[in-house]
Structure formats: structure tokens, C-alpha cells
């Protein structure tokens, strides 16, 4: 993705990511995403569901809050500065966004990788810190070994979950499904899972590969120059980052007062 940001700043060099590959590659990740439907991932979901959705809808009520306060004060229209501003996978927001008429791709996409690099630089930092300094320990000793999915183990069931991913894709455009291409695998993937028939886990290669499809058509959707106020608009992603990394870490402690989970598990 930044490769390609870059590359598409040179004026003599002209760059195509055709739509197929991304959505390919968002195939691939609605796959992966809705195999980890499990009965006993569903059970526990259950169980723990209200707070769940408790915490959902906190999360959302502050983001929510925090866009309209930035509409108000920097000429970002709300639905964009919404967008910008709920927690969710990159790619998947931004496929959302360029679905959705009205939405600046330009200044969410911006918004979004500015939280995703805050959140890889600042999470680590703040678990290693002395504020879950007393769990880390805890927390390591209960790490379990997971067996690594092979390429071979794909074969021959990858090519009937393949031909039905690809339809669940299709109707879900049909009917107009929002990030049809993600969604329509996960829901199909996840349904099929709960009757009992499982896909096979895909090495860690092929996620790759598919992040690799997604991230470089976001990467050539960045477009720096059509940001009204660059230094503005950085300003306002590095608060809006900074203030939903506070209310999950503050939400994350509620957690745990409800539920027999350390902190950084919480987090």
C-alpha cells in the first residue's frame, strides 16, 4: 500500500489495480473470517453477548460523538467524518466508504491508516507499560501452540468453498450488499460452518496474499494532494486515533470486572 502511494506521486508513471484483484483478495479475508465460526465460537458468543453488545454500542456512541464534534469544527460533512471515525479492518471500511455516495474515500482512507499506524506503534508500547505490566506473565503462560495450515491441507474441499464464496460474492452485489465481496463470504462461510461442514484453514502465505490484493487498491486510493488542510486533517486523524485507543483501553478495564480476563486480554 505505501509502495504504491508512493510510486503514484511520480507524474511519468501511471498505475493500475484492477477491481478483481481487490475484490479477490477481500474474498480471501471473508473466507478466512467466517471459517472461525465455530458451534463452540457461537456458544461463547452467546454467552457473552450482552456485554458485547454493551460494549459495541459504547464504542460506536463515542465514535459517533467524536465525529460530530469534528464536523462541527472542521468542515468535514458528517457522514464522512462518521466513516472516519468507527473502528473496523481497514479495508473493509474502505471498501465501504467508496460503495457509499457522498463519502470522501480520500480523507477516510487517510483517517484510517493513521489509526491503523497508531495502533500498531502505540498498542505494543502500552501493553509492554507498567499499566499491564502485572499480567504479562499470566498471559504468556497461557499461549497455545496452533498448528501452522499447510497449502496441501487446502485440497480438494478450497475448490467447492471457492465456487460458493464466489456466488455468495455475486448475490450479495445483487442485492446489494454492503462490501458485498467481504460480506457475502463471511455470512455463506459462517452459515455452512454452523451445519457442519468446515472449510479448510488457508496458510498463512495466501492471507498474505490477499492483504497484499487489498492494500495496494487502497494504497493508489490515497490521494494526499486532494486534502483541503493536510496539516488540519493530520491533526484531527492523530485525535480521533488517540481518543478511540483511550475509550477501548478505558472499556477494556470494565471488562474486566465482569469477566475473569486480565487487562491486556481485555484490551
Known sequence: MAALLIASRFKNVKLIWPVSMRNTGLIIVGY???????K???????SHL??????TILIVLVCACSAFVMSKYSGIDFP?????????????IVVFAEEMKGIDITTVTFFHVTRVIMVVFLVPLLIISPIFAANRIND???IMDNVIPEWSDLFPLIFLFALICFLAARIGKIFKLPAPYFLGPVIVTAAIGLLGLH???LPLSLLDISQFMVGGYI????????????????LLALMNGLILICATMFF?????????LSPITGF
Open 80 to 92: 464522512t467524518s462518521l466513516t472516519s471515525s468507527i473502528p473496523g479492518g481497514l479495508s473493509q
Open 40 to 46: 463452540s465460537s457461537l456458544s461463547d458468543m452467546i
Open 140 to 142: 504468556s503462560s497461557k
Open 219 to 234: 494504497g493508489l486510493l490515497l490521494k494526499p494532494e486532494q486534502l483541503d488542510n493536510k496539516r488540519k486533517t493530520l
Open 199 to 201: 472449510g479448510p484453514p
Open 50 to 55: 450482552p456485554s458485547m453488545l454493551i460494549l
Open 32 to 38: 478466512s473470517i467466517g471459517i472461525s465460526f465455530t
Open 252 to 260: 477494556s478495564f470494565l471488562l474486566t470486572q465482569y469477566y475473569d
